[in-house]
């Protein structure tokens, strides 16, 4: 699959994009690390490595649950 786009942090499905940000910064909320709107290339790879890793976890989770026949959250 090509992509001329340098940058691969790209919304596949656009109308998601809103919930995505706000699943962002729910998670970073929970962690307790602060998030800016707009960006935040001051945070450090680590706290970046751990919000992005429990946004995946909560959608593999929602997913699961999804696919079981249960609650979507």
């Keep these: ?3 001329n786009n340098s940058n691969s942090n790209q919304i ?10 706000n699943m962002k910064h729910e998670v970073a ?8 709107q ?5 945070i ?7 919000i992005g890793g429990n946004m995946v976890k909560k959608m593999i989770e ?3 649950r999804q696919m ?3 609650s979507r959250f």
Excluded at 44 to 50: I, N, Q, R, V, Y
């Design 12 to 21: 596949n499905v656009p109308e998601a994009r809103e919930a995505m940000r």
């Design 68 to 70: 079981s026949g249960g």
């Design 62 to 64: 929602a997913q699961e």
């Design 1 to 3: 699959m090509a992509n």
């Design 29 to 36: 909320n929970e962690l307790g690390i602060t998030l800016n």
């Design 44 to 50: 450090s790879a680590k706290d970046a490595g751990h």
């Design 38 to 42: 707009g960006y935040n290339g001051n």
